[in-house]
Nanobody
């Protein structure tokens, strides 16, 4: 079994930054794909970013490209989402996810088998 625990959410003002963390436990292979998704109020869950371990190959949603950075610490089974220049439309519950193999598309959330419980990010203007 795989368990994921997110942390780092909170309330910030427009333009500020937050860093989310996700720690994975269980039987985690060295080759895995780690992702971040978010669900804004009243909307569908959407892909934000993914990173392929151990290679570090990344993918981003167009809406966050250049503002958000996904990174990994493979030794700690942890990945991060650094969010800069936050905007009100970034307000959402953020979820981490993992696939124990190649990266599914960020557009296909049902292809990601393991999920964290979510952490709230609120950006106020």
């Amino acid at each position: 079994q795989v368990q994921l625990v997110e942390s780092g959410g909170g309330s910030v003002q427009v333009g500020e930054s937050l860093r989310l963390s996700c720690v994975a436990s269980g039987n985690i292979p060295s080759m895995r794909c780690m992702g971040w998704f978010r669900q804004p109020p009243g909307k569908e869950r959407e892909g934000v970013a993914s990173i392929m371990a151990p290679y570090g190959t990344t993918d981003y949603a167009e809406s966050v490209e250049g503002r958000f950075t996904i990174s990994q610490d493979n030794a700690k089974n942890t990945w991060y989402l650094q969010m800069n220049r936050l905007m009100p439309e970034d307000t959402a519950v953020y979820y981490c996810a993992v696939d124990l193999g190649a990266c599914p598309s960020l557009a296909l959330r049902d292809d990601w088998p393991y999920w964290g419980q979510g952490t709230q990010v609120t950006v106020s203007s």
